[in-house]
């Protein structure tokens, strides 16, 4: 199975941290627009109604001031000779005297027409027949239709023409109670009109007639494909949506249809000034987001900085414990409790817990342990139990072989191998059957053979029990002699382990200086005679040295448990077993 | 009212003896050969309202004096006479009054000369914009006046560029073949050959009215015209 490393704990905290923090953030944000833009809309509307208010009363001015106008322009006295001029002469006059009457109108109503630069400056005589037209939009006046002239103390009115709408004040011409005609003036509600209002309100303006744009301030490309159910939300709505703008809109004008008079009318005009919402939101969105931007700068610094402290105040701890773990398996010294860091209560807690539970790992694993010794050392008594003559023949081999290694300076772990390597190192015997083993004469070539094979025997018996894999060398080698004449293997000197030579030696000693049936006890100054006349060949030297060292100057004392006794540094693991 | 009512109880016999005398009295012409014009022009009510008044009230600030009789601003004047070879030139006046140019109508032979005083105590103009006579007389103060020949036929209006709402009409004729009739209406026209004429009476409001008329020497032609005026 594929282990990827999982990424460290502060990676984590980091990650969740800002991740929190930017969605906060994000929410406060869409929250802070939201807002930004209902209030600024409710602004832009409210204002626009303002603007409303103030452009209305300003339009009523326009047409008061266009009816004072006309009314002036009225009695200026030139055109009223003029016109009633023409009256007087018509009746006597030709066709070219006609175009000369109407020279002279044209001639006034020009000279009116420089000083006020009207859009349109129409006379009228009674009849309704059109006398003159002046004016920078005099060509496109419909004079082939009467407009409906309102009478003089009307306000102004409004005329939809094909060519655009107009604002229209009309009087009467009188001359000594006579009505020579009728003075109109007009202005057309056109791009110069639409700019002054969106001069004046800040806001644009759109003209609309039958639904047709008639002049604009809005930017070209909202007004594409205007479609007709704008047109009328504009007239219901405070707010309508062009090309994907809002605008919050007000009707400034409304111009009722006209039906009475043919080749001019049209349907009803609508004037509006628009404001855009948008244009508006977006300086305030900016500097929300100015704000937010500074704002999360210093959210994400705390939030990262945060995390980190709070990640390594977890991080540490576990990182010592972590780090006393794997020292404590390197050296597998699992006796000395882990020290609490006292930072974090649940990592004390665990380390307590983790204690507590070594303790116990540890007591179960004594008493395995010596369950294992104690079952090898069973093992070990009852091969020994087998023959009367070799009754505590592995004790005392075990017991002399320490001593021995103590006097060769072993460390600890080799003398606990050695110690127990050397109770078990007949193991291999279990399977030779009493009548060889017990024999009490010499044995055949064929006997010999067999009793040849309890090392590799015992080797096989212990390598199914990895405990005791330690202790296989003793098992197997604690026949081979210095010279290569030993068995299984025939190894010589430095070949053969140090234990199994002191094994050899101890077994050897042992044997000496037991009864046999075929033989009594000998001496131990016997025995180690014995043993030095072997040195070399048959003998590690050394350690029958050693073994001369070990032994006690009693000769009599052939049962070596003193010398078992006699205080040495034992692994823990042996402990228990003394226990 | 109280004064006319006697003036034109007196004014009905004057005529009639006068009329009287013309008839029994030889003429130098009628003894060549002519005939004579006499009749009345009546000015009629519309049915209906009438014309509305100036949409401004008029800038007049001196009390008004009572317009003159409409039947002052009526010329009767015979339409298709011949020019008249030997005709004789008059100094006609229109005064300016009021803020009025008193009387509004005249009539003149072709080159007579009408002066134009000024009795406000204020400037007034004269000016023209006729095919017969275009003309500007500048601005004068009371006291002064302005005078000008007509030596064109025709019809001349005349105003004042001040005062938009004076306005005086000036009719001009080859002939001497017209008249103004009296407060009550009545004209004579002495020395018409002998002939079939269209006569007009003239309304500043209105225009011509016409009709045809016979003179025969020696004989008094009666014609009677209905003018549609209202009295202001």
């Known amino acids: 199975m594929a282990y990827s490393t999982p990424p460290r704990f502060v990676i984590r905290t980091l990650v969740a941290t800002l991740a929190t923090v930017a969605f906060v953030l994000s929410a406060v944000l869409l929250v802070v627009t939201l807002n930004v833009q209902t209030s600024v809309r409710a602004g832009v509307v409210d204002r626009l109604k303002r603007v409303q208010g103030l452009l209305a009363e300003l339009e009523k001015r326009r047409a008061q001031q266009l009816h004072a106008q006309v009314l002036m322009l009225a009695e200026n006295s030139t055109l009223k000779a003029a016109v009633d001029t023409y009256h007087t002469e018509l009746r006597t006059t030709n066709s070219a005297g006609r175009q000369d009457l109407l020279a002279t109108i044209a001639r006034e109503l020009d000279k009116i027409a420089v000083r006020i630069e009207p859009d349109v400056l129409e006379v009228r005589s009674a009849s309704g027949e059109v006398l003159g037209i002046a004016g920078r939009r005099a060509g496109e006046w419909p004079a082939f239709a009467r407009v409906n002239a309102p009478r003089p103390d009307a306000e102004a009115t409004f005329v939809t023409t094909p060519s655009g709408i107009f604002r229209l004040a009309s009087v009467p011409v009188v001359l000594q109670g006579t009505e020579l005609g009728t003075l109109s003036l007009a202005n057309a509600l056109d791009e110069r009109y639409a700019s002054e209002i969106s001069d004046l309100s800040g806001a644009h303006t759109l003209i609309l007639s039958d639904g047709h744009v008639v002049a604009s301030t809005l930017p070209s490309d909202s007004l594409m494909g205007l479609k007709a159910e704008v047109v009328d939300a504009m007239a219901k709505a405070d707010v309508v949506t062009l090309a994907g703008s809002e605008y919050a809109v007000r009707l400034l004008l409304h111009i009722p249809p006209q039906s009475s008079v043919s080749g001019i009318n049209r349907g009803g005009a609508h004037v509006y000034v628009l404001d855009s919402i948008d244009a508006s939101a977006r300086p305030m969105i900016a500097a929300a987001l100015r704000r937010m931007g500074w704002i999360a700068l210093g959210a994400f610094t705390l939030a990262a900085l945060a995390s980190v402290w709070l990640s390594r105040t977890i991080a540490r701890p576990i990182d010592t414990l972590s780090a006393s773990l794997s020292n404590m398996a390197e050296t597998r010294n699992f006796e000395n409790p882990l020290t609490t860091g006292g930072d974090v209560l649940e990592v004390d807690a665990l380390t307590i817990t ?149 094994v050899h030696v101890a077994d050897a000693f042992d044997a000496i200086t037991s009864a046999r049936a075929y033989r009594p006890a000998r001496a131990a100054a016997d025995g180690l005679r014995e043993l030095w006349r072997c040195a070399g060949a048959q003998f590690d030297a050394e350690v029958v040295h050693a073994l001369a060292k070990a032994l006690p100057d009693n000769d009599r004392a052939h049962s070596f448990s003193n010398i078992a006794s006699r205080p040495v540094p034992v692994p823990a693991s042996v402990r228990a077993l003394r226990a | 009212m109280f004064n006319r009512v006697p003036f034109r109880q007196l004014v009905t016999p004057l005529l009639v003896l006068g009329a009287l005398a013309v008839v029994h009295v030889p003429d130098v012409r009628a003894a060549r050969g002519y005939g004579r014009l006499t009749g009345v022009v009546h000015l009629v009510a519309l049915s209906g309202t009438p014309l509305r008044s100036g949409a401004y009230p008029s800038r007049r600030v001196n009390p008004k004096t009572p317009d003159a009789a409409e039947i002052a601003n009526v010329v009767v004047f015979v339409k298709d006479a011949p020019a008249d070879p030997e005709l004789t030139t008059t100094h006609a006046s229109i005064s300016q009054r009021d803020e009025s140019f008193v009387p509004r109508v005249i009539a003149i032979t072709r080159g007579s000369r009408v002066e134009f005083p000024n009795f406000d105590p204020y400037f007034h103009n004269v000016f023209s914009l006729s095919r017969a006579l275009s003309f500007d007389l500048g601005r004068f103060r009371k006291g002064e006046k302005r005078e000008r020949a007509f030596p064109h036929s025709g019809v001349v209006k005349v105003y004042c560029h001040i005062h938009s709402e004076m306005a005086a009409t000036i009719m001009i004729f080859d002939h001497r073949l017209y008249a103004t009739p009296a407060s009550n209406g009545s004209f004579t026209i002495d020395a018409v050959p002998p002939g079939t004429y269209q006569l007009s009476a003239w309304h500043e409001r209105i225009g011509e009215t016409t009709k045809p008329i016979k003179v025969v020497v020696g004989e008094n032609a009666s014609v009677e015209f209905s003018l549609p005026v209202v009295e202001k």
């Open chain 1, 354 to 502: 983790f204690n507590t539970m070594m303790q116990s790992v540890n007591a179960a694993e004594n008493e395995r342990l010596s369950a294992y010794v104690g079952t090898i050392r069973a093992l070990a008594l009852a091969l020994d139990a087998r023959d009367p003559y070799t009754a505590g023949h592995s004790e005392r081999v075990s017991a002399l072989s320490l001593a021995i290694g103590r006097c060769m300076w072993l460390d600890d772990a080799q003398l606990e191998v050695l110690r127990l390597g050397a109770l078990l190192h007949d193991i291999g015997k279990i399977g030779i059957s009493d009548h060889v083993l017990m024999k009490p004469g010499p044995l055949t070539a064929e006997e010999y053979e067999i009793i040849k094979q309890h090392p590799a025997v015992g080797a096989r018996i212990l390598r199914s029990v990895p405990f005791l894999e330690p202790h296989i060398p003793i098992v197997e080698l604690h026949h081979e002699r210095p010279d290569g004449k030993g068995y299984p293997h025939g190894l010589r000197g430095t070949e053969i382990p140090l234990v199994a030579s002191i």
